[in-house]
């Protein structure tokens, strides 16, 4: 019995796996089971087994990696031993067929962006700056894969990092004083 679970979950990995390794060759919509099933080397009674059509694959595949992503932000950064921003850009470079599709979406981005501040907001416990962090960081790892992930995972996770560490507020105090000194 349990030989035929492990079976099954190996059948399930080699659809996920050659799911991802088909978006690297085209586009989700240009993609069909019988593509999926034959780099997987599995039956098509094999994948309606496990998803009941492509959608439900992706579908599988977006809460399997979305759920990692965001399971960054549910560990101590000690338990890391490097920072939240570098797991996540080698985790999307790692992922980058799936996120370039996933990032294309704008229902997408502001899904994950939604889940991504409700996760801050348990960390930070303040719902502007969580909201602020979520949708900053979506969106800059949007850029990142828009333009073809032209930097190192490293370096992209350095700057976010570094953008996450700014003190915005010291150049803001500074010339809203001034705009109020102004006024009067």
Known sequence: MSSEVSQ??????SIINAFLKLLYEKSF?????KEIVQKAGVSRSTFYLHFADKF???D??????????LSFYEMENQQWGQPITLHLCDHIFKYRSFYQVE????????????KLAAHLLRA???NDYAIFASY???????????DDFVMSPAQAAEKL?????TNWTKELDTKFDSVIIDKE
Not at 8 to 13: C, F, G, V
Not at 60 to 69: D, I, K, S, T
Not at 103 to 114: H, M, P, V
Request: charged share 25%.
């Open 136 to 146: 900053g960081t979506i969106g800059y790892l949007s850029l990142w894969i828009k």
């Open 8 to 13: 099954l979950e190996t059948a399930k990995e």
């Open 60 to 69: 599988e595949v977006r809460r399997m990696l979305n759920g990692r992503f």
């Open 56 to 58: 439900e694959l992706i």
């Open 124 to 126: 930070f416990r303040d």
């Open 103 to 114: 990032f294309a979406d704008a229902n997408a981005i502001q899904k994950l962006s939604n």
């Open 29 to 33: 919509e240009a993609m069909s089971v």
């Open 161 to 165: 990092l570094k953008i996450g560490l």
